[in-house]
T-cell receptor, first 114, second 115 residues
Framework: DAGVIQSPRHEVTEMGQEVTLRCKPI?????LFWYRQTMMRGLELLIY????????DSGMPEDRFSAKMPNASFSTLKIQPSEPRDSAVYFC????????????FGSGTRLTVV | DQQVKQNSPSLSVQEGRISILNCDYT??????FLWYKKYPAEGPTFLIS?????DKNEDGRFTVFLNKSAKHLSLHIVPSQPGDSAVYFC??????????????FGKGTKLTVNP
């Protein structure tokens, strides 16, 4: 099993540009989570999906952020327009069931907005 | 407002000694507590967990203790090894309003085990 796959690993973009982060969850997992890690706030849950349906997006910081899961094997997190304060490491995780023990994280995307 | 707090950003111990990582929480509705370990350039990986109905769970060199009255948990690593050097995240799970189950993380403690 290849685990949770995120792309790109690193992204550097200019302020105002659109950024799209991608995630392929583990096959068969029915939950998908997007987290953001910063020094100030640690790991924050942004949004999660169950069977491709968004369940809780209360962690999405602003309307500039949007996430989609068009099918069971793919999800995107989009920031438009990007700002320097969006610089962080973004993690995708998936699980079978919402039980906390089952979260498998990807390696993350390090986003730098200049 | 941080519901899960790890007040020590870093900890340094000698190889072979005990490492104790601490975590405090504020929400009494948390029903499950977990520790994740994170190496640089990798995602967090699950280490050990404990249900709120227990006060101790042990897995090899790793033991998690839960003190519900104090809303405090700790991770003990005995003996510590250089390969344990990583960032350790404390996390807690609860069923929130609306039926949403969330995993809330602390900010992490960077453990360095010196040879």
């Amino acid at each position: 099993d290849a685990g949770v796959i995120q792309s790109p690993r690193h992204e550097v973009t200019e302020m105002g540009q659109e950024v799209t982060l991608r995630c392929k969850p583990i096959s068969g997992h029915d939950y998908l989570f997007w987290y953001r890690q910063t020094m100030m706030r640690g790991l924050e849950l942004l949004i999660y999906f169950n069977n491709n349906v968004p369940i809780d997006d209360s962690g999405m910081p602003e309307d500039r952020f949007s996430a989609k899961m068009p099918n069971a094997s793919f999800s995107t997190l989009k920031i438009q327009p990007s700002e320097p304060r969006d610089s962080a490491v973004y993690f995708c995780a998936s699980s079978l069931g919402s039980g906390a023990r089952g979260y498998t994280f990807g390696s993350g995307t390090r986003l730098t907005v200049v | 407002d941080q519901q899960v707090k790890q007040n020590s950003p870093s900890l340094s111990v000698q190889e072979g000694r005990i490492s104790i990582l601490n975590c405090d929480y504020t929400n009494s509705m948390f029903d499950y507590f977990l520790w994740y370990k994170k190496y640089p350039a990798e995602g967090p990986t699950f280490l050990i967990s404990i249900s709120s109905i227990k006060d101790k769970n042990e897995d090899g060199r790793f033991t998690v203790f839960l003190n519900k009255s104090a809303k405090h948990l700790s991770l003990h690593i005995v003996p510590s090894q250089p390969g344990d050097s990583a960032v350790y995240f404390c996390a807690a799970s609860a069923l929130f309003q609306g039926g949403s189950e969330k995993l809330v993380f602390g900010k992490g403690t960077k453990l360095t085990v010196n040879p």
